[in-house]
């Protein structure tokens, strides 16, 4: 998975939305061309005062109505996040710090002053194009610049990397690898070849590639907080470590590792919404095991572990988890009792 940035595209500034002007008569739009499933919130910030609102999820390739009527005065920004399962996200740009909230549908007024569970999260204001029906529209990308059907394509590609075909590479190219990994999944779910054209495919296949599988690591997530994990891959010839992969409480997740690995190794570790590590008896709570392998704290993927520190690396403790070479695991993560 390419550790990638994303953008809010800003291609025509439309009559309004400038700060200090009256407010704009149009719908606004938000159109996603990224490869991720992904969950948007907008702000608002006139004369001095701020409000967020969210969460708006976005599939690939789908455009989704976020205001109507008249658009607010002052400036409209926008976040967006990825799903946990697909790891650390790619980094979104923004110099505004504005509060969100984890439930859905949430809205706060005075959003630069965060209160109890809230996080701060980074805003980019949006300057939308004037749409064909009328509506102001604000696109979501990626470096990759794909249009409607190239992101659909790859972000289909992208959740059957992540449930474990080899649908590689990402690109939105609809090529034999591609058809012949969506074929394998739609047969396994038992549905056939239309399903993949249907409005609701990506819920089907978000909730594919969280079950547990027969083939492959599988984590599951039976602790009430986020759990960030790591993947360790033996091809025989080198490890390769990679992370990090967020799975939500509840939830279930599959690691990406194409091809045939031998054996398969796995550290994680529980953390609180603002991201620090939690503690149990000043213990962290982790899932680990004593095959070092090197990390970092942001987006990695490593495949040489010597001497980890020497190069700005923490040296971490990996378990062996007996998936690999075509068997399947499922590691649970619980509360020690």
Known sequence: ????????????????????????R?????????????????????????????????????????????????????????????????????????CVAPQD?????????????????????????QGDDGALVAYLAEDSEYDDEQARRAGIQRLLVTGGYDAAPIDGVDGPRTQAAL??????????????????FFAVMLKAVQAPSASGLTWCNDTPYKVMAAVGIDDGRTVTSRGWYGIAAGACLHP??????????????????????????????????????????????????????ARGLASTGFAATGAGAGAGKTLRFSLPQ
């Open 26 to 98: 149009a719908d606004l739009k938000l159109c996603n061309r990224m490869s991720y499933v992904v969950d948007a919130a907008l702000g608002v910030d006139a004369a001095g005062a701020t409000a967020t609102r969210g969460w708006f999820r976005l599939d690939p390739a789908q455009c989704r109505t976020v205001l109507q009527g008249d658009l607010p005065a002052g400036r409209v920004l926008l976040h967006a996040r990825t799903l946990p399962l697909y790891g650390v996200p790619p980094a979104q740009s923004g110099a505004d710090q504005f």
């Open 1 to 24: 998975m390419a550790g990638r940035g994303f953008a809010i595209a800003a291609l025509v500034l439309a009559a309004g939305i400038v700060a200090g002007a009256s407010s704009a």
């Open 183 to 200: 074929a394998a999944f739609l047969k396994a779910q038992g549905l056939g070849p239309e399903a993949a054209a249907a409005p609701d």
């Open 105 to 129: 549908n949430f809205t706060i007024a005075a959003a630069r002053s965060c209160r109890d569970g809230q996080t701060r999260a980074a805003f980019t204001e949006i300057r939308p194009s």
């Open 256 to 309: 990406d590792s194409l091809g045939q690995p031998k054996q398969l190794y796995s550290f994680a570790e529980a953390v609180d919404g603002s991201g620090r590590v939690v503690l149990r008896n000043n213990r962290p709570l982790n899932w680990g095991g004593p095959r070092m392998l090197c990390t970092r704290e942001a987006r990695f993927e490593i495949s040489e572990h010597g001497d980890c520190a």
